[in-house]
């Protein structure tokens, strides 16, 4: 079964702490990126990766960090820096440039 | 910037009805593509049209692309309550960078 798996579904941070939301896909996809989305609005761009051991900073990195060791996995840490993380993350990846992004089903943040 | 905007924001209409979401853009794309998301999920992909192509169809979905309009719609015929979300339009560039919308939500009332 294909797809992109996003873990957890809500994430509770607690100011001053790090968390990290976890992103995979089996779709052998070379490329990936996070999206944040607040109530009401579209997605903004926060990294991406087109291969791995390489990423760059989409329109929000601020605040945020990722890595991509492996082909599969492109986890986004929110940093204690980044003020107001409170929003829905989304996590994408695609076969090729210009195509078609599959989407994970999004981990919601919420801060204590 | 680059990133797409629909109109209307919001749309309200009774099962049967069609549909029309518009999208415009500021600088030139490659594909443009239409996405759903229902409340609380991720997205979901339902068109792809490239920048030589005029208009698609998928099932009960028509895509059209102006170009030299920077403007793209989607139109979905014989709305049914399941069409409930809100739509996305996205475009990218050169550099495989994709940018979204704001929206529109669509109400389909049975």
């Known amino acids: 079964d294909g797809g992109i798996t996003q873990s957890p579904k809500y994430l509770f941070r607690k100011e001053g702490q790090n968390v990290t939301l976890s992103c995979e896909q089996n779709?052998?996809?070379?490329?990936m990126y996070w999206y944040r989305q607040d109530p009401g609005q579209g997605l903004r761009l926060i990294y991406y990766s087109q291969i791995v051991n390489d990423f760059q900073k989409g329109d929000i990195a601020e605040g945020y960090s990722v890595s991509r060791e492996k082909k599969e996995s492109f986890p986004l840490t929110v940093t204690s820096a980044q003020k107001n993380p409170t929003a829905f993350y989304l996590c994408?990846?695609?076969?090729?440039?210009?195509?078609?992004?599959?989407f994970g089903p999004g981990t919601r943040l919420l801060v204590l | 910037s680059q990133q797409g905007e629909e109109d209307p924001q919001a749309l309200s209409i009774q099962e049967g009805e069609n549909a029309t979401m518009n999208c415009s853009y500021k600088t030139s794309i490659n594909n443009l593509q239409w996405y759903r998301q229902n409340s609380g999920r991720g997205l979901v992909h339902l068109i792809l049209i490239r920048s030589n192509e005029r208009e698609k169809h998928s099932g009960r979905l028509r895509v059209t692309l102006d170009t030299s309009k920077k403007s793209s719609s989607l139109l979905i015929t014989a709305s049914r309550a399941a069409d409930t979300a809100s739509y996305f339009c996205?475009?990218?560039?050169?550099?495989?960078?994709?940018?979204f919308g704001s929206g529109t939500k669509l109400n389909v009332k049975p």
């Open positions: 996205a475009t990218d560039d050169n550099f495989n960078k994709f940018y």
């Open positions: 779709l052998n996809h070379d490329a």
């Open positions: 994408a990846s695609t076969e090729g440039a210009g195509e078609t992004q599959y």
